[in-house]
């Protein structure tokens, strides 16, 4: 069975940069688009970027143009790169596996904090 760890979160201030990681075990994500969600407190998990099987990226609005969802299939690993952070950043950051055939999601990870203030 396919399990997700995601790293990298952290305390960093508004303006600055962080690297996630979402590692894959059990099985290679090669065949799967990979996503981002984050969850603020007190509000639902939302999606934030995903990057499909053959490269192609989208954003939500909030994050265009400051983050980037890259993948390496050969390291089962996906990542998003974080810049220009704001304190609305601030969530717990999921990633996930979408089947491309019927677009259902995998298991979640336990996530990992992201939180940006001064």
């Known amino acids: 069975q396919r399990q997700l760890v995601e790293s990298g979160g952290g305390l960093v201030q508004p303006g600055g940069s962080l690297r996630l990681s979402c590692a894959a075990s059990?099985?290679?994500?090669?065949?799967?688009?990979m996503a981002w969600y984050r969850q603020a407190p007190g509000k639902q998990r939302d999606f934030v970027a995903r990057?499909?099987?053959?490269?192609?990226?989208d954003y939500a609005d909030s994050v265009k143009g400051r983050f980037t969802i890259s993948r390496d299939n050969a390291k089962n690993t996906a990542y998003l790169q974080m810049n220009s952070l704001k304190p609305e950043d601030t969530a717990v950051y999921y990633c996930?596996?979408?089947?491309?055939?019927?677009?259902?999601?995998?298991?979640w990870g336990q996530g990992t904090q992201v939180t940006v203030s001064s």
């Open positions: 059990g099985s290679g994500i090669s065949i799967y688009a």
């Open positions: 990057i499909t099987t053959g490269g192609s990226t």
């Open positions: 996930n596996t979408i089947s491309e055939r019927n677009y259902s999601l995998g298991s």
